[in-house]
């Protein structure tokens, strides 16, 4: 369902959050899973992931620099919108970020979470987060903010395009027309994906992107698969399959001599990605002699950027609800039911704490 154009006066790019140093770390951690029982020798063993890389994860310099990005694609398009930004578990925090909005007199404020799909930690969760923001802003502020949220992204042609550009370049780079694709997003617990419209998302968004790829590369004639990485939790809950590495290993045993391996369901290089992918299945890659490249998430190319200026100018300015596929545009207002809670509490993974969507992250 489409909701009416509302005068907003400030978008506020919203996101989850990662440590900018070593000593916040363990704090960002503890922030990902308050009230989950996550022991601290887990978080400890998770915290080296960081520490590797010095203590910091990519996703905020990577989130300033898409938002200087949409900044000047708005203003290029005459919009007198500034893009704010704020971050579920570390700093700038959410609250922090509508309260000084509304200080500042931005009293209506357009939400993009940089998640381009329905499931409970990628969207309700972050409409929960933004409504608990809205809440501290006014008891800080004494003023009444209200926030809506761009509709998820997966089937805009902004981000298909990309998408297919980036993959196309990664096959390029293995010199393949046969290579197959390992389309690549954070598993979740089934009694997530349930409830949400999660898988049935990414599959339409991969065939849209192979399609355009087989545009761009019209010698590639390989297969595709939707895989997934970052399955955590107790063995007894089961969870989205095959893993990424699982995956791999079979690619080599059917003959496979090269793969790419595209991150279709990051929207830049978080954790999950840096190692994941690059350390753990590029590992897994080099143990079964597959030549192997990895697509670059859509970050802050161009087409992207332009895309997300449209989905914001769909509910500033009524502009055109693109999308590409069967599924159409997603709606601008949830259904009460949409993407509720788990039927049962999953302790969350913290293999990789910075994606923004499923539990634990």
Known sequence: MAQAPTPHDAVLLTSFGGPEGPDDVMPFLRNVVRGRNVPEERLADVAEHY?????????????RAL????????????????VLFGNRNWDPFLGDAVAAAAQAGHHHLLALVTSAYSSYS??????EDLARARDEARDRTDVDVTIDKVRVWFNHPGFVMAMAERVAAALDEVDSDDAPVAYVTHSIPLTMARHSDYVAQHLDACRLVAAQVRVLRPGWHGEWQLVFCSRSGPPTVPWLEPDVN?????LADNGATAVVVAPVGFMSDHMEVIHDLDVEAAETATEHDLRWARAATVGTHPTFVAGLADLVEERVADGPRLALGVMGPWHDACPVDCCRVPD?????????????????E
């Open 67 to 82: 938002q200087r990005a949409l900044q000047a694609e708005l203003d290029s398009r005459g919009h007198d919108l500034p």
């Open 51 to 63: 520490h590797a890389r010095g203590g910091v994860s990519p996703i905020n310099d990577q989130n």
């Open 344 to 360: 049962r509490p999953v302790a969350p993974t913290v293999a990789s704490a910075d994606s923004g969507r499923p539990p634990a």
């Open 122 to 127: 990628g969207c309700r969760q972050y409409r």
């Open 246 to 250: 699982d995956h791999l290993a079979d």
